[in-house]
C-alpha cells in the first residue's frame, strides 16, 4: 500500500506543476515573463491531463483490482517507464512546443498507456469481470486506446494537409473528447460503483445496461459536437443533441440509483465526503448542460468564436468535476488526505478562476469593456488553486496508519 500511496502523491505533485505552468500562463499579461506562451500551455496541458488524472486514476484501479494479485514488480516496470514519458513531456514541450524531442516523449506515453491496458486485462480476474464497475472501468481503459487515435493522426495530418486543417482541429478534439467523456468521467463511475459494489449496494442488472448503453452511446454520438466549428451538415447537430440528451439520462439513472440508497451510502461516506459526491455531481450536471446546448446552432457558433467559452468548460470538466472526485476516491482510499481547509481554499480558487473566464467571454459576446485588473485578478485567483494544491501535497506526507 505504502508505494501506492507514493505514486498517488507524484500524480499530486503533476498536479502542482500544472497549476504554476497555469499560473505562470495566467501571468503572463501581468508580468514580463521570458516564455513562449504556445510551448507552456502544451506543457500544463499534457502533464495535468497525464500526469495528474492519468497516474491518479490508474494507480486508484491497479488498487481495486490488481493489487492483492502481488504484480507489483510486473507494474512497477509499467509505471516507472510511464514517468520516463512525462518528464520527457515535461523537459520538452515548454522549450520547443511540438518538435523532435515532446512527440518522441508523447508517442512512448501512448505506448505505455498501451502497455498499462494490456497488463490489466491480461490479470484481471473472472470475479471482477462479473462485477458492473468492471465494465465502466475496461471501457474507460478502452477508450485510452481509442482517444490515442487523435494524436497518431495528428503526424500524417501535419505532413499533408498541414496545421491550419480542420483534419488537424479535429484529431485535437478527438482525443480530448475520448479522454475526457470517456476515459476520465466512465472510469470515475466505474471507481464509484466498485466502492458500492464492496459494501453490498448493487445496481440492478436491468438499471444498469440502461446506464450502460445511454452513456456510451452519449459519449460516441457528442463527439459530433466537437465538430461543429467545421459547419456540418444539420444532421450532425442533432446527433450530437441526442448525445446529449443520452448522457443526461444516464445520469439520472445514477442520481436516482443513489438517492435509493441514500441511508446506506450516508453511512459508508464521511460528511465531508458526501459534500465532495453531492458536489461533483452538481458540477456534472451544469457541465452536460452546456454540452447539450452546443447542439444549438446559436450556442455551438458561441463556442467555437468565443474561445473563453470553451477554456471555460474545459476546466469546469477538469478542474471540477473530474479533479474534485479523485480528492473524493483519493481521500476516501486513504491514498492521499485532502484537508478541508485545502478543499475549500482549492474550491474557492476554481469557482473564482471560473467565473473571471465566463464572464470574458460574456464581454466578448455583447461587446462590452473588460475590466482594467481583469488579468490581475484572474492570476490571483489561480494563485489560490496552487496554494491548495501545496497544501494537500503537504499534508500527503502526514497520513496517520490505519489502525
Known amino acids: 500500500m505504502k508505494y501506492l500511496k507514493n505514486h498517488s502523491r507524484l500524480a499530486l505533485g503533476y498536479f502542482l506543476i500544472a497549476a504554476l505552468l497555469g499560473l505562470i500562463l495566467r501571468s503572463f499579461y501581468v508580468l514580463e515573463i521570458p516564455i513562449t506562451f504556445k510551448f507552456v500551455v502544451h506543457a500544463h496541458s499534457h502533464i495535468a491531463l497525464l500526469g495528474w488524472v492519468y497516474i491518479a486514476l490508474t494507480t486508484i484501479i491497479y488498487k481495486l483490482y490488481l493489487e492483492k494479485l502481488q504484480l507489483q514488480k510486473k507494474y512497477n516496470y509499467i509505471f516507472w517507464f510511464t514517468q520516463l514519458t512525462l518528464v520527457g513531456m515535461l523537459c520538452s514541450f515548454p522549450f520547443q512546443g511540438y518538435a523532435l524531442f515532446s512527440i518522441v516523449f508523447s508517442t512512448l506515453f501512448l505506448i505505455a498507456s498501451y502497455w498499462f491496458f494490456i497488463f490489466f486485462k491480461k490479470h484481471i480476474s473472472s470475479e471482477n469481470k462479473e462485477q458492473n464497475s ?19 493522426a495528428l503526424g500524417g ?15 485535437i478534439y478527438f482525443y480530448l473528447h475520448f479522454q475526457y467523456n470517456g476515459w476520465m468521467i466512465l472510469a470515475l463511475i ?13 445496481v440492478s442488472k436491468a438499471v444498469f445496461k440502461r446506464f450502460f448503453y445511454s452513456i456510451n452511446i452519449g459519449i460516441i454520438t457528442t463527439f459530433f459536437l466537437s465538430t461543429l466549428f467545421t459547419k456540418p451538415p444539420i444532421i450532425l447537430y442533432i446527433l450530437g443533441g441526442i448525445g446529449g440528451v443520452f448522457q443526461l439520462y444516464s445520469l439520472f439513472l445514477i442520481i436516482n440509483y443513489l438517492k435509493q440508497n441514500s441511508e446506506k451510502i450516508s453511512a459508508l461516506f464521511s460528511s465531508f465526503q458526501l459534500s465532495l459526491l453531492k458536489t461533483v455531481g452538481f458540477f456534472l450536471l451544469l457541465k452536460m448542460i452546456l454540452q447539450l446546448l452546443t447542439a444549438l446552432p446559436y450556442f455551438a457558433n458561441l463556442a467555437v468564436t468565443i474561445l473563453d467559452f470553451t477554456i471555460g468548460y474545459l476546466h469546469w470538466t477538469f478542474l471540477g468535476v473530474v479533479t474534485i472526485c479523485l480528492f473524493l476516491f483519493l481521500d476516501y482510499f486513504r491514498m492521499i488526505k485532502i484537508p478541508k481547509k485545502a478543499y475549500y481554499i482549492y474550491l474557492s480558487g476554481f469557482l473564482l478562476t471560473e467565473a473571471l473566464i465566463f ?45
Not at 157 to 171: N, P
Not at 367 to 386: C, D, E, M, N, W
Open 190 to 202: 466505474g471507481i464509484l460503483l466498485y466502492i458500492l459494489e464492496e459494501q453490498n449496494i448493487q
Open 157 to 171: 495530418i501535419m505532413t499533408t494537409l498541414g496545421a491550419t486543417s480542420i483534419w488537424y482541429r479535429l484529431a
Open 359 to 403: 464572464h470574458k467571454g460574456f464581454i466578448i459576446w455583447q461587446s462590452l469593456p473588460l475590466l482594467h485588473t481583469y488579468f490581475k485578478l484572474l492570476a490571483l485567483a489561480s494563485l489560490l488553486i496552487v496554494i491548495a494544491i501545496l497544501y494537500i501535497f503537504a499534508t500527503s506526507f502526514f497520513i496517520k496508519k490505519e489502525k
Open 134 to 152: 468492471y465494465y465502466c472501468i475496461n471501457t474507460a481503459l478502452w477508450y485510452v486506446v481509442i482517444s490515442s487515435i487523435g494524436p497518431w
